[in-house]
């Protein structure tokens, strides 16, 4: 693994990737907007970095995009992997690692995600408080390197408070509903049945999706500051469940990546 992180690293830095101070990663139906603010970019997709999954979700671009963002030299992924796409949790989680060894201090991350919190509608923003791992894996799992982080992470405290809390004052401020909750993570691709809705309500989830577990994970595991915000993209009501499909929860994230887009940048400048 650190064979492979080095020489991804080495090879972003030779195309000119030298000073990130911020990572983000760019959910489905999200990206777009977030990157046209971008200044002075350099592009590199992922299928010409060593040892990068490639992105096969429509919806992710699969693109790394280096500029400025309100003062500060800003790297997001254009495009996440999940573990129903077939890679291991390790290939998965293996950019968030290079990100941290290229020079980031924080991680901003987005997903769109299922609302279960029937006080919330779609289209809505949540601020992850905290979250239930459903994932059969883990990217921890396996050898120990101690340059990376310690055997056994702490997980008191996975998303960082002070992080969440500008964002929650980003949000009162400019009059943006953020709602706070816990996400529970699970494996996809398929979306859950009525009886997997009020099982994980009642286990204390306001929301549910396939992805940001691991890297939160790997993020906490090199004491990596980080963040993450859903976009709510669907009601799952499991007493008036509607069939969705991922046109319209792609459609959703879209139109609110525009609030979302504002919330970060705002973070972004206070960091």
């Known amino acids: 693994m650190l064979n492979q992180i080095n020489e991804a690293v080495r090879f972003i830095q030779s195309h000119g990737i030298t000073q990130p101070e911020i990572g983000v990663i760019l959910g489905t139906g999200l990206g777009n907007r977030f990157v046209k603010e971008m200044k002075n970019t350099l592009v590199i997709n992922y299928n010409s970095i060593p040892h990068f999954p490639i992105s096969t979700v429509e919806s992710h671009k699969g693109k790394l995009i280096y500029g400025d963002l309100k003062g500060k030299k800003v790297l997001a992924m254009q495009g996440r992997f999940h573990f129903y796409e077939g890679y291991d949790m390790q290939q998965i989680t ?48 396996g050898e120990n390197f101690e340059v990376l982080g310690p055997r056994f992470p702490d997980m008191s405290q996975p998303y960082s408070k002070k ?23 699970v494996q996809g691709p398929s979306l859950e049945t009525r009886a997997e809705y009020r099982f994980l309500h009642q286990i204390g989830a306001d929301a549910v999706g396939m992805s940001t577990v691991p890297e939160v994970l790997v993020a906490n595991h090199m004491s990596l500051a980080c963040c993450a915000i859903s976009v709510l993209t669907d009601e799952c009501d499991p007493d008036n469940l509607k069939p969705v499909n991922i046109t319209e929860i792609i459609a959703t994230a879209e139109k609110s990546e525009a609030k979302l887009t504002e919330l970060y940048m705002e973070l972004i400048s206070k960091l």
């Open 94 to 141: 293996l950019p968030v690692r290079v990100m941290k060894f290229l020079g980031i201090d924080y991680l901003l991350i987005s997903n769109a995600a299922g609302c279960m919190n029937l006080k919330w509608k779609k289209g809505e923003l949540m601020l992850i408080d905290d979250h239930i791992n459903l994932l059969h894996d883990n990217p921890l799992r």
């Open 163 to 185: 992080l969440n809390k500008l964002l929650t004052e980003i949000a009162k401020k400019k009059k943006i509903k953020l709602n706070k909750g816990v996400y529970a993570a």
